[in-house]
C-alpha cells in the first residue's frame, strides 16, 4: 500500500515535502521560521561567550558555571536550589517524579498543558501517576481554584488520589493572572498539596506584567524555567525549589541519566541568555501584537489573546487557509507551522514586517487567480 500523503496539519509545525523542497533553495540560515520559539539559534555572540566559560566536572559538583548559573536562577526565583538540566520535559518530568511517592496518585492539570499533552504521559512511566486534565470553566483562559476543587480527586478505596497540582504560565502564549495563581496556591497549601509551575515562558509572563521571577515563583513549590525557547540558548532548562526538594531531583536525574559532566559552557549559553536576552522579550510580544492585528485586518480570526509572544488564528472566513499559505510563504523562504499557530522570537521578530507584506501579496495575487502561476 502506498504511504498516506502527509498533510500539513500539525499546530508544532511539522512541514511537509512541498514546504521542503521550496525551503531547500535557501541558505538554511535565511529561513524565517515562526512554527515555534524552540527553533531559535544561538547567535554568533552567544556562541562566543560560551567559550569563554569555565568548564568542571559537574558529576562532582565541580562545574563553576553549572554551579554559578544554577545560583543565579535559585537567587532570581528565590529558592534555595535549583538544578540545569536538558530540556524542558527533563525538568517538569523531574519534578513530578520528585514531588510524588507511590501510586495510586495523581496529578491535577490544564487539559491543555504541555506534561498533560506532550510529554508522552511520562509521569505515568516515570512516577506511575494518573493525570486529571481539567478544563478552565465560565470563559476563562486559565483553570480557577474553583475549577480544581471541582476535580480534586479524594481518597478513597477506588480512587488514585491528587497528590500534586501542576500549573504552566505563559500556556499557549496567554498570561495566568497572578491573582488566580495565588488562589491556586491558599487552596492547594488548604489541601496540603505540592505546586509545580512549568514555567518554560514565565519569562514571557515576567516582562509582559513586569512581575518578577520570584513574586510568581513565590507561590510554587517547585518551577521549571527553559533557556532554548525565547531566549534563544541552544539547549538547557533549570528546575528550582527547596534544598531537600532538589537534592531528590538530582538523584533521579541521575537515575533518568541526565546527570552532566563538563556541561559549562551550555550553562554559559544560559547565563548570556539571561543577561542579553530576557530583557528584550518586549520586542518579540510587539512584534507579536502587530503580526496579529496584521493578520486580523486579513481575514484571520484571533482565537487567542496576545499576551505574549503567540499568535493563535483560525481561517475559516480567510483568503487563504493557512496549509496553503504555508506552501506559498515557503516560496519567499518562511517557514510557519500551516495551521493555527505563530510564534514569534528573537531570531524572526525583526521580519515580521516583511512577513506581512508577502503574505498581502499572495492574498492579491490570490484574488486575482494567478496563484498558479507562483
Ligand atoms: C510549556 C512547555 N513546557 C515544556 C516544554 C518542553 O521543553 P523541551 O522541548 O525543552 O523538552 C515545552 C516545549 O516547547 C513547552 O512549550
Redesign the pocket.
Known sequence: MPAEKKTNTNIYGEVDQLIKERLSKFNPEEVIDFR???VSKPTKEMIAAMYTYPVGDDGYGEDPTVNLLEQTVANLAGKEAAMFV???????QLALRSHLQAPPHSVLCDSR???FN??CGGVAIHAGALMTPVQPKSGKSYITSEDIEDALVHKSIYSAPTKLISL?N??DGEIMPIEAIKDIHDFARAKGLPLHL?G??LWNASRETGISIKDYAKYFDSV?L?F??GLGAPIG?VLTGSAEFIERARQWRKIFGGAWRQAGHLAGACLYALENHFPQLNKDHAAAKYLGQQLEEMGYKLIKRVDTNMVWVEDTAAPIKLAELAREVASYGFKISGSSRFVVHLGNRDHVERYTQVMREIIQRHKEGVMDAI
Do not use: F
Not at 86 to 92: D, F, L, R, V
Open positions: 515555534s520559539d524552540t536538558t530540556s524542558g520535559i527533563m525538568s517538569n498543558s504541555h506534561v506532550l510529554e504552566e505563559t500556556l512549568d518554560a515562558r521549571s527553559c532554548s525557547k532548562s
